[in-house]
């Protein structure tokens, strides 16, 4: 809306009357120092979708001076279809609808001052039908007066999942009205009255009808509190800060209710701050100071909770846009960050802030959501991502290169391949492709990739992030696919629910302090009744809370606190799994400990040409303590050049992105002061390291005391091998289990325990041991380890006497131990 009311204070819209000028154009005029449109972008480029379903379309205009506003649904945009017999498009508002099986043009068409302008996108018609439908939550508590937001995904007979959850061919319905309502467009319920409704959805497509439902428990339970986050925030006039706000019920439970009807926002001074009362994102307006307000009503009890906004006159000195430079394959996607350096000092994140605009040099290669900064990739070339943006009278802007190859996937790996969890909890799975150009790439979140399970009665998943939801004792099979270049891809994992209970809850730690601004991140770990232990830090199933939000904040899905002022607060931990409640404290101390200096570590940091570097920043106090605050929302990194690196300033992890030297700047405003440190870092050559071959270029030889020869090559890719460099290949997960298998034994059950065996049994005059594979599917974090695309392994041989946990074989699928 805020873009569209933008987008109307640019131009004009020509009324169109038989007397007027006799034409019947329609279009939108600009004045003659007003920016125009230079290019429109649709999106996405290229789509599907089943017959019966539908696809919203979006149409972004390009203006003279760099801003993109979104017309999808304005008057003077036009929407057809080059095919109605395929599909049809509504005019007002993007939304195509499959008819039948076929490929057609969707097109967007307007005219500005007598220029035509527009731009198309392919959509491709199945005749795919919905095998079943998978409503989330299955099964879901809230308090009379409150919101419950549903979804639906359908799985289609081509192995694709669509989310249907507005879709005009899916109907929501509530078994009863007077317990609870539900919008039929959107699967929202709103609860009435305390009882326990079945939530429908249901519809056609394709001829096939489908439907399936969840349940919904309305409880009588009050908000006893409410919490905003941040308590005190400061952004620039011109820019967006989001508040967060979560109520603490009577039933122990924590509920966002950010954007709840029930919610309102407001600011005590609209001059200086506006808030958007649905959504709780404030915009500063000039310098100042207000009172932010998040106040409500459930169940008769009202309930509100304030938060102070500073707003600052500070401008954007400079833009980082991140990555530089990135290459993925056509039809992936590649998330950029846009950080503002600010004439205070203070680093902000702008990637989705409405003062900022997203385009792309050519469409036609890749697209780019204005609003996210996730770019599609749609055909083989390179493009110039900008972003760019006006804040406080100040215009800034940043590119950053994006090459688009025609690399396919050739194969996909699914982790954990195998897991055991109990109903009412959360598993995530990770999801990373194998490219036909060696790259490895997290697909997980990938738009061009579906995650679906074979029973959604045992467990559910989320299709866009690959966490699943347990349900109800059994296993399922989850399975994650997709299609790039148009070659399909797939792999399963299976899900085993038990119906373990949580035998005893610990936090760690459990004892903490630190001083007013800053974090402090807590663990939740469940002792489960079989024995395992699982981390349920940000699992739904568990609701953080703080006894008093004045002395310190705790994000209720991530369990980091936020100390506010001095004084001490219990941090507790509560959820529910399997009919079973679960509670456990910590103390958390705010201490008056000042800041006496920030450093930054590496002192003199080397990084090579395309990878990474890991800074450290640490405050030191004046109690003589110290403290990692690295991570710390009041921490801002910058790069002198980012041309030669940039810097992430949520982490402080750099990229090389050109050899040279450059400095890196950690700066902090604590209780009113500011504090800086910077360092020196040069980006390097990379060498790239003389790695084993894969699996497939390796041979082995059973004749060597039963060991196998290790194939190595040299910087020229020549094989390298002697009698004495034995060693392990590296094979495909399957190859190694199946392997393992046959010889009459399974895969190593433990890494560490293994590495303790490997030591206590090792001798000085032994060589290799007789074990056949190393196991990992986890890629190396650490920093040489990263910059080679190293996996985790197990263990090797560290001269005699010695067997420790290195990384391993870069771009390799897995490693595998055996053992009796």
Request: hydrophobic share 40%; proline share 2%; charged share 15%.
């Amino acid at each position: 809306m805020k873009r569209l009311i933008q987008f109307f204070s640019l131009m004009l819209i020509v009324v169109l009357t038989l007397t007027a000028c006799g034409s019947d154009d329609k279009g939108l005029i600009s004045g003659p120092d007003e920016p125009t449109i230079v290019d429109l972008q649709v999106t996405p480029a290229i789509g599907q979708s089943s017959a019966g379903l539908s696809v919203q379309y979006k149409a972004l205009a390009k203006m003279s001076d760099n801003t993109v506003v979104d017309v999808t649904t304005d008057s003077a945009l036009s929407w057809s279809s080059s095919d109605s017999n395929i599909a049809t498009i509504d005019t007002d508002t993007g939304i195509a609808t499959g008819v039948a099986a076929g490929t057609v043009t969707i097109n967007a068409s307007g005219s500005v001052n007598g220029h035509e302008f527009s731009a198309s996108a392919k959509l491709t018609v199945t005749d795919a039908t919905v095998t079943s439908l998978q409503v989330t939550p299955l099964n879901a508590s809230i308090a009379a007066g409150l919101e419950q937001a549903f979804t639906a995904q359908a799985l289609m007979s081509d192995s694709s999942v669509l989310d249907v959850t507005t879709d005009s061919a899916l109907s929501w319905s509530s078994s009863d009205s007077n317990i609870a309502t539900i919008d039929t467009d959107t699967g929202i319920a709103t609860a009435v009255a305390v009882g326990t409704v079945t939530i429908t959805a249901s519809g056609r497509a394709n001829g096939t009808e489908f439907s399936a439902s969840a349940e919904l428990n309305v409880t009588d339970a009050t908000v006893t509190s409410l919490q905003v986050t941040p308590l005190n925030a400061s952004i620039a006039a011109g820019l967006e800060q989001a508040f967060t706000a979560q109520a603490l019920m009577s039933d122990s439970s924590v509920l966002d209710v950010t954007t709840d009807s029930a919610l309102s926002w407001s600011s005590s001074d609209s001059n200086v701050a506006t808030i958007d009362t649905d959504t709780g994102i404030a915009t500063g307006v000039a310098a100042g100071t207000v009172t932010i307000t998040a106040s409500g009503s459930v169940n008769g009890t009202e309930f509100s909770a304030l938060a102070e906004l500073t707003v600052t006159d500070a401008t954007v000195t400079s833009l980082q846009v991140t990555p530089a430079n990135t290459s993925i394959a056509a039809g992936l996607e590649q998330a950029f960050t846009a950080q503002a350096l600010m004439s205070d000092s203070s680093v902000l994140d702008v990637t989705s802030n409405a003062a900022l605009s997203w385009s792309s040099s050519d469409s036609n290669v890749a697209t780019i959501d204005t609003d996210t900064g996730i770019a599609t990739a749609v055909a083989v070339g390179k493009v110039t991502i900008t972003a760019s943006g006006r804040a406080n009278g100040t215009e800034f802007s940043a590119s950053a290169e994006l090459n688009v190859t025609d690399a396919t996937v050739t194969s996909l790996q699914v982790t954990p391949l195998n897991a055991s969890i109990a109903a009412g909890l959360e598993q995530a799975f990770t999801a990373q492709a194998l490219m036909s150009d060696s790259s490895v790439l997290d697909v997980t979140t990938d738009s061009a990739l579906s995650w679906s399970s074979s029973d959604s009665n045992i467990a559910t998943i989320d299709t866009d992030t690959g966490i699943a939801t347990t349900v109800a004792v059994g296993t399922v099979t989850i399975t994650a696919s997709g299609s790039v270049n148009d070659t399909e891809f797939s792999a399963s994992a299976k899900l085993t629910v038990t119906g373990a209970t949580v035998t005893s809850l610990q936090i760690t730690p459990l004892n903490a302090s630190i001083a007013a601004g800053l974090e402090q991140a807590f663990t939740a770990q469940a002792l489960m009744s079989d024995s395992s232990v699982l981390d349920v830090t940000t699992d739904s199933a568990l609701s953080w809370s703080s006894s008093d939000s004045n002395i310190a904040t705790i994000d209720t899905d991530t369990g980091i606190a936020t100390a506010v002022a001095v004084g001490t607060v219990t941090i507790t931990a509560s959820g529910s799994v399997n009919g079973t409640e679960f509670s456990a404290p910590a103390e958390l101390t705010v201490t008056p400990a000042a800041v006496t200096a920030l450093e930054v570590t590496p002192k003199v940091g080397k990084v090579p040409e395309g990878k990474t570097l890991a800074y450290t920043a640490t405050a030191l106090f004046s109690n003589g303590s110290t403290l990692d605050v690295t991570a710390e929302t009041l921490v801002s990194w910058s790069s002198g050049n980012t041309a030669v690196a940039t810097v992430d300033n949520e982490t402080g992890v750099v990229t090389g992105e050109a050899i040279g030297i450059t400095d890196i700047t950690a700066s902090a405003v604590f209780e009113g002061n500011t504090f800086k440190d910077t360092v020196q870092l040069s980006v390097i050559e990379f060498i790239p390291y003389h790695r084993p071959l894969l699996a497939s270029e390796t041979h082995f030889d059973e004749s060597v005391d039963s060991k196998e020869y290790i194939v190595y090559t040299d910087e020229f890719g020549s094989q390298v091998t002697g009698p004495t460099e034995f060693g392990y290949a590296a094979l495909k997960v399957e190859t190694a289990i199946d392997e393992c298998q046959r010889r009459g034994t399974q895969l190593v059950s433990n890494a560490n325990q293994f590495n303790d065996y490997m030591n206590e049994h090792h001798v000085e005059a032994s060589t290799w041991p007789l074990v056949r594979f190393f196991w990992t599917s986890e890629l190396d974090t650490d920093e040489v380890g990263s910059w080679f695309n190293y996996r985790l392994a197990i263990g090797e041989l560290a001269g005699p006497g010695g067997f420790e946990i290195r990384g391993q074989d870069p771009d390799s699928k897995a490693f595998v131990v055996c053992e009796n």
